[in-house]
């Protein structure tokens, strides 16, 4: 792997930079680079990298991507932690497989547009609670419109959405609904108690009331961290069969009886 350190002048990736760094003669043999937390603004000449099938770009200052449309067999793309409003650019990365733009500026479902088009794209992240990054679009729901804009999409922030491994996602969205609804529900029905509450509901009763209410609250939690775990089992369970259908020859002349 090519570890490659920005010009601290200008931010700029040159083409004497990349080949000095990586130790390529040409800039058409590179096939790994990673230029992470490098001071980089603009990417410069990488788009002349057509052999490059993993990038690094996470935690520099990068805004426009459009200089990246002729990374042709880019397979893996880490744009994580930058200044990434568009998407503009990547419509022409044919093999693009997994892109991670957590960290950036992308405030709606619409700035995906760019990938809709990518048959192979099946792995997105768009936030990474465990690294403090997100998007603005993750403030609101953004589930049911980012699936029906990537048709072939199969993991979506680190979890299983479609296909073998996603029936349990499915199941927790729901349960995650059910629980809310529920919720909204009883706070709306809860009668408010002032100074005379007394006069209007019995405080026995109104005890029993809450600590039934605490049970419940209780039950909620222990099935939320159980759900959990199970969608933790899940997604591992899903990446092992991904992997070892990945690893399955497809050829059956290379299959022996």
Known sequence: MASVE?????????????KSKSGEFDVESIHTLNIKDAGISDVGCIGECTSLERLDLSYNNVSRLHK??????LVKLNLAANRISSLEGLQSLE???SLNVSGNLIGSVDCLRYLAGLEKFTSLRLQDPANGLSNPMCNMSYLDGVL???????????QRVR???SELFQLCKHMDQAMYNFKSVNA??????????????DSQQWMLDIGGEAKVQEAEE??????DGC???SNKAALVLYDSEEARPTDTSEISS
Do not use: C, F, W, Y
Request: proline share 3%; net charge negative.
């Open 6 to 18: 920005s010009n601290s002048n200008d931010g700029v990736i040159s083409k004497q930079l990349l």
């Open 68 to 73: 990246l449309a002729g990374l042709s067999a």
């Open 95 to 97: 093999n693009l497989q």
């Open 148 to 158: 029906m804009m990537l048709p072939v999409l199969i993991t979506l922030d680190g």
């Open 163 to 165: 296909g073998r491994g």
């Open 188 to 201: 709306s029905s809860m009668p408010e108690v002032g100074h005379d509450a007394t006069h209007d509901v």
């Open 222 to 227: 222990n099935l939320r961290a159980m759900l």
């Open 231 to 233: 969608k933790q089992l």
